[in-house]
């Protein structure tokens, strides 16, 4: 019946199109018959009309003849697996290995592969956060670039030849005496080190030499000069008071950012007395995270640096009544009140002071010792019991194997993970020198600079593919499991290393009997397998102990200071990048696209400049400068930024390497695509040439430098244009009134504003409106973010990627404002009250407003509101108009310009509880709609309502120092609703009157100033 | 001349009146584009819901178990097949026959297995004896799937079990399907229907809270 329908209706369109062609034949047509006459193909030509008449017909027929898609297959397991009911998530305690911090992780599976990284609120170091790294890590179990095979000279072999080759070429190693040497970065595992150390042991001459990218080694070697341990304390943030941080990017990137993040946070606790809130003064050359949270900050060079830490150093010491330390040759770089106040600072809060310092300068790093013990910081906010095992790398044994290698003195060089051609500058001879050496292995996941010129190539499982331990800090021990089978011919370190090392055991095998032997008697149980068990499950296991004991060597100090090096006129500075920490993960699509928190660039790493420095070299941003250091070359653009000290340049390392050239074809393909690589082939560019050999160490600061502009210029993919909340003033240069938008209070205020019982209260009348006021009668979602607590840290946003299968887009896209993240944090710079230079931190995404502009505008109602105040989007029912988009007033939604490339491995990866959009589709946060769902059923089984704390959207989970809360807002005691009760409280663009059901509480920064200023905490 | 025209309106009338009575059946029977009901395709291998769920009474989630646990009731996994076929495989005639003609002969009596069995047994990759073969990895039966949803719509059984739903509210009488139809056209109005139907008249006496949000299912 339909059938015959369809065909009438087609018959009598073309019937009529027919009669149309032939009454008033078209220009089209002749020009058709002109041109098929002339080609004389054939004497039946196929014109337009005819080939419409066909088309439409074809249409016709196919969609009253093709009712049924293809078949789809159910296929279901063999046998049932009792821990995975398909369609169930399943948790599995693990260990992030993206960085040396160690960070327990719980793994989300589902059916039976990994889906989602969290951290595991059990473990010490996490508590529940993880970074935007650690996140990420999840892609590169999927990667379809990992190595399958081990290779020797460039030919695949199999493991049985290659382990007989090793043990071969190792034994003739043994018998001559040749020199073997270990690389990697630091080793966390208790259990691989042993392994190590049992692969050493057979060779007399043996070496392991450990390295981090982000060196400690001068913090390292100051302890271990002073306290004849080399190790990093614990540091206790969460417990000081007073700290003075230079140039140490805790918050950022530095040694354990989630961990300190949270205890920095724990420190400041904005809603109860003024008292138990530090205060944090940063001093730094390049803007870091943790310098925009700081308190006080103030931009100076490397030896800048040395001079002011000379100066707290030899004030402490005079107030102590200690004479070890020299008077200062120079005069201190900041002013005397402000030399003052930190001294007073420091010294009135002796035992809960802190001071640190992340440059890699031996004497500076001895000072800092000096200034802490005098503080009688060891002990209370550094806990050498505690000691943290994060960082082992020692620049100096690095610097003599360089010299072994380039002496060919090495007979075998063992690279375990590691990329010592890319993270060392060319100059210490590394890449030539390791052509000398005989039997050169790399194990590697993914082949990169090092392994390409190795001999011999072992392929290593992934983190989520083995069994490993962690010793982050002495005495806390993590255990992660496999939840994932291992790629195909890959084999983890531990077990590959055992095999070399005589023993055929497994990971399980030689954990469990490790584990058995060192750390099950000092449980206390007598069950082993139960305290396996158990420890398995939680990943954890806590046996720190609680009383510290080091003894100080006195160590003279005198000689400090003698050798300071003298400024250099132009200096550059190497720093990890914030989004990549370094070259491992610039695989990774998902961090080469976030932002970085204070640039706000994507797919690229920069030259930061100060306006001076830019001037004075004249550039601007975008344009490429040339940087010359020690006679290496390496080109950058130029990106000018607020807060850098003059004549410093600031770089992110991480970018540049091998493994970014895969990222060509990145994002779309479409006529006017661009690659989202540079015209080197690679993403960004390889600053570690920029590192200083020294004596003793790899000096990533105050290395002096030139640079000159190429006269080239890039258009930088930049997620944020904007940078100063102050309006244009009258003269158009941003003095004037600061936007509302991310707001700050002092404590002070904040303090007289709750003593008041002042709620935040706008200068807007909202009561008038032209919408009626929706009622909530069950559940009403409402979400705030803390931003004192916010570092920008941007581990929300990787989060929501994950969680909520968002795909990257590439360069080119982002650079047309077309990137697709549901979040983003925006990063604004304003001049406080005394004229400082601030940096805050908005995280922003979909506001779910009351009455939301975005619905009111839809023609199709793809957008509309829910019962319980979720701006909801309906991807089948959106048309792609983009109306909604442009009447946001908070431009949080992200529309599908395309649909983005995904190849299948990273298909494996998509949560399969969210929707993958196609092209054409609007999107936006919908506060992880799927994650309330699953509470609310999960709730009704157990017969009550969604209890606070019970849903957990992706970013409030992932955020290190719980910045974000969410809940329903009709429940008088959650989280969400006691949090928008305080003076802190207020809403982004309240002014409009869209009644946003996201919140915001203000920063708060410690600028105690007058009477307050005496008082301590 | 008149009484022609009288006929023809009488005609067209009469044509006009049957078309209307008509029309409704036809739409009924005719299903729009995406709209799959009535689908019974022909599966790897006979199984019959009739002879387990009506016959012998099996509780739909005793296979089905992801139902109560799970967004997806599932297929089960074949081994839960086996948890009866390990005994029984073939049927009780068969057996009686066998064991009849191995009394006769003197010889103990063979285990029967019945044709359609066979399916599942070598998909298992399991002898005439029911034990595992050398030769063979089990490879599982590939199913057709009757009832699907698009992408866009997240539909989950455990909440739908939870609030009392009964299997053939949606599924139809599947007990007496010898091959499984689908019975319910799945689409979005006959999905908020029910839930605003629940929502008004409780579900078998039980006031629910069924959403009829779009973001109750499309997420």
């Known amino acids: 019946m339909s059938t015959t329908h369809f065909d009438k209706h087609t018959q009598d369109s073309a019937a009529a199109a027919t009669s149309l062609g032939d009454g008033r034949p078209h220009p089209d047509t002749r020009r058709d018959e002109g041109m098929s006459a002339v080609a004389g193909t054939s004497t039946w030509s196929l014109g337009r009309r005819a080939f419409l008449k066909a088309a439409g017909f074809s249409v016709a027929t196919l969609t009253v003849g093709c009712q049924r898609p293809p078949d789809t297959e159910v296929i279901p397991h063999v046998h049932l697996d009792p821990e995975n009911t398909p369609g169930v998530s399943a948790w599995y305690a693990s260990v992030c290995a993206a960085c040396e911090a160690g960070c327990g992780t719980l793994v989300r599976t589902r059916d039976n592969r990994p889906v989602k990284l969290e951290g595991n609120p059990a473990h010490p170091v996490s508590r529940g956060g993880l970074c935007a790294v650690g996140q990420a890590s999840l892609l590169g179990a999927y990667d379809a670039q990992r190595l399958r095979r081990p290779s020797v000279g460039g030919a695949d072999t ?66 271990e000069q002073m306290f004849g341990v080399r190790v990093i304390p614990g540091l206790r943030f969460d417990r000081a008071r007073t700290i003075v941080s230079l140039n140490a990017d805790f918050l950022g990137t530095w040694i354990s950012p989630v961990e300190f993040a949270a205890d920095w946070a724990a420190g400041r606790d904005s809603d109860g007395s003024a008292s138990r809130f530090s205060w944090h003064c940063q001093i730094e050359a390049r803007m870091s995270l943790t310098g925009g949270k700081a308190d006080a900050r103030y931009a100076l060079n490397a030896a800048q640096r040395f001079d002011v830490l000379w100066h707290i150093a030899y004030g402490i010491a005079l107030r102590a009544g200690d004479g070890r330390i020299h008077t200062p040759t120079r005069q201190a770089p900041l002013s005397s009140e402000v030399m003052e106040r930190i001294l007073t600072q420091l010294w009135e809060g002796r035992g809960d002071s802190l001071v640190l310092c992340g440059d890699n300068d031996p004497d500076m790093q001895r000072l800092t010792v000096a ?187 005198t000689t400090i200071g003698a050798a300071a090096s003298t400024r250099p006129s132009l200096e550059i500075e190497v720093h990890p990048s914030a989004t990549l920490l370094d070259v491992r993960n610039s695989g990774n699509a998902w961090l080469l696209e976030l932002p970085d928190p204070i640039t706000k660039v994507s797919w690229d790493n920069v030259a930061c400049l100060s306006v001076a420095t830019a001037s004075s070299l004249s550039v601007v941003t975008g344009d490429v400068l040339r940087i010359e250091v020690d006679g290496a070359d390496f080109a950058l653009p130029a990106l000018v930024q607020e807060g850098m000290a003059d004549n410093c340049i600031a770089v992110a390392a991480g970018y540049g390497g091998r493994a970014t050239r895969r990222f060509r074809d990145a994002g779309p393909s479409w006529l006017y695509g661009v690659p989202s690589v540079n015209h080197d082939g690679v993403v960004g560019a390889r600053v570690s040439d920029a590192l200083l050999v020294d004596a003793t160490v790899l000096r990533a600061s105050g290395v002096p430098c030139r640079a000159s502009a190429t006269g080239r210029s890039e258009a930088l993919a930049l997620a944020q244009e904007y940078q100063s909340l102050h309006q244009p003033g009258p003269a158009g240069d941003g003095t004037g009134a600061k936007r509302p938008c991310a707001q700050e209070i002092t404590i002070a205020a904040l303090a007289s504003a709750a003593a008041h019982g002042d709620t935040h209260a706008g200068p807007h009348d909202l009561s008038a409106s032209m919408w009626p006021e929706h009622r909530y009668e069950g559940y009403h979602w409402g979400m705030s973010i803390d931003l004192s607590a916010c570092t920008g840290c941007n581990a929300c946003v990787i989060a929501c990627q994950v969680e909520n299968n968002i795909p990257v887009v590439g360069k080119d896209e982002v650079r047309r404002n077309r990137d697709l993240q549901w979040m983003r944090v925006d990063r604004y710079y304003h001049r406080d009250d005394t004229g400082e230079l601030r940096m805050i931190h908005q995280p922003m995404m979909c506001q779910h407003c009351d009455h939301a502009p975005c619905e009111t505008v839809c023609p199709v109602l793809a957008t509309v509101h829910s019962q319980e105040g979720l701006n909801q989007q309906v991807y089948n029912r959106c048309v792609g108009t983009r109306y909604c988009a442009n009447n946001c007033p908070y431009k949080v939604r992200r529309f599908n310009w395309f649909d983005y490339p995904r190849n299948d491995e990273e298909n494996l990866v998509l949560n399969p509880d969210v929707t993958v959009r196609m092209r054409g589709v609007m999107e936006k946060c919908s506060f992880c709609i799927q994650r309330i769902e699953d509470a609310r059923i999960r709730a009704n089984a157990e017969g009550r309502s969604i209890a606070d704390g019970d849903v957990l959207p992706a970013c409030m989970q992932s955020c290190p120092t719980k910045a974000i809360r969410f809940g329903d807002m009709n429940q008088p005691d959650s989280l969400v609703r006691r949090a928008s009760a305080g003076p802190r409280f207020y809403r982004a663009l309240e002014e409009l009157g869209v009644k946003p059901s996201v919140g915001y509480l203000m920063n708060v920064r410690n600028t105690r100033t007058g009477k307050t200023e005496d008082s301590h905490g | 001349m008149i009484r022609s025209r009288i006929l023809t309106i009488i005609l067209s009338t009469a044509l006009l009146l049957a078309l209307i009575s008509v029309l409704p059946s036809v739409f009924r029977s005719v299903n729009l584009p995406g709209n799959q009901r009535g689908y019974e395709p022909e599966q790897p291998m006979p199984y019959s819901h009739r002879l387990h769920a009506g016959e012998l009474g099996i509780d739909c989630r005793y296979c089905h178990f992801g139902a109560e646990r799970a967004g997806n009731a599932g297929v089960p996994p074949m081994n839960v097949c086996m948890n009866c076929h390990q005994h029984v495989s073939a049927t009780l005639v068969a057996v009686r026959a066998e064991e009849k003609s191995a009394e006769a002969e003197g010889r103990p009596s063979k285990r029967v297995i019945s044709p359609r069995l066979a399916t599942l047994y070598n998909a298992l990759g399991l002898d005439a004896t029911l034990r595992p073969r050398r030769d063979a990895q089990p490879e599982p039966l590939r199913w057709k799937r009757v009832h699907e949803l698009p992408d866009f719509v997240f539909f989950n059984h455990r909440a739908h079990v939870q609030a009392g739903v009964q299997c053939q509210d949606c599924h139809g009488a599947v007990q007496t399907m010898e091959r499984v139809r689908q019975v319910s056209d799945l689409s979005m109005g006959w999905c908020v229907n029910c839930h605003r139907d629940s929502n008004a008249q409780g579900l078998r006496g039980k006031t629910v809270k069924a959403p009829v949000d779009c973001a109750g299912c499309h997420y």
């Not at chain 1, 990697?184 to 050493?200: E, F, G, K, N, Q």
């Not at chain 1, 380039?406 to 060392?424: K, Q």
């Open chain 1, 158 to 223: 199999t493991w049985e030849r290659l382990d007989t080759m090793i043990d071969v070429e190792l034994a003739k190693l043994r018998e001559r005496g040749g020199v073997l040497r270990i690389l990697s970065h630091t080793v966390t595992s208790p259990t691989l080190r042993a392994r190590i150390a049992a692969l050493m042991a057979e060779h007399p001459d043996a070496m392991h030499v450990e390295y981090d990218n982000d060196s400690c080694s001068a913090l390292l070697a100051a302890h």
């Open chain 1, 371 to 557: 200034i802490n013990d005098l503080l009688d910081s060891y002990g209370n906010t550094l806990d050498l019991a505690r000691a943290s095992r994060q960082r082992a790398g020692n620049d100096r044994a690095v610097l003599s194997l360089a010299r072994e290698l380039r002496d060919g003195a090495v007979d075998a060089l063992l690279m375990l993970d590691c990329n010592p051609l890319y993270d060392f500058p060319q100059r210490l001879g590394i890449e030539h020198a390791l052509a000398k050496v005989p039997l050169s292995i790399a194990l590697v996941r993914m082949p990169n600079e090092s392994s390409r010129r190795s001999r011999v190539v072992v392929p290593l499982t992934h983190a989520l593919e083995e069994w490993r331990d962690v010793e982050s800090h002495h005495g806390l021990l993590a255990l992660a499991q496999p939840t994932l089978p291992p790629e195909q011919g890959s084999r983890s370190m531990l077990e590959t290393l055992a095999r070399w090392s005589g023993s055929a055991d497994t990971a399980l095998e030689l954990l469990r009997a490790r584990w058995r032997a060192e750390v099950f008697p000092g449980s206390g149980l007598t069950d082993f397998e139960e305290f396996w068990r158990e420890t398995v499950r939680t990943g954890v296991y806590d046996a720190r102990p609680t009383a510290a004991t080091a003894a100080m060597q006195r160590v003279d100090f």
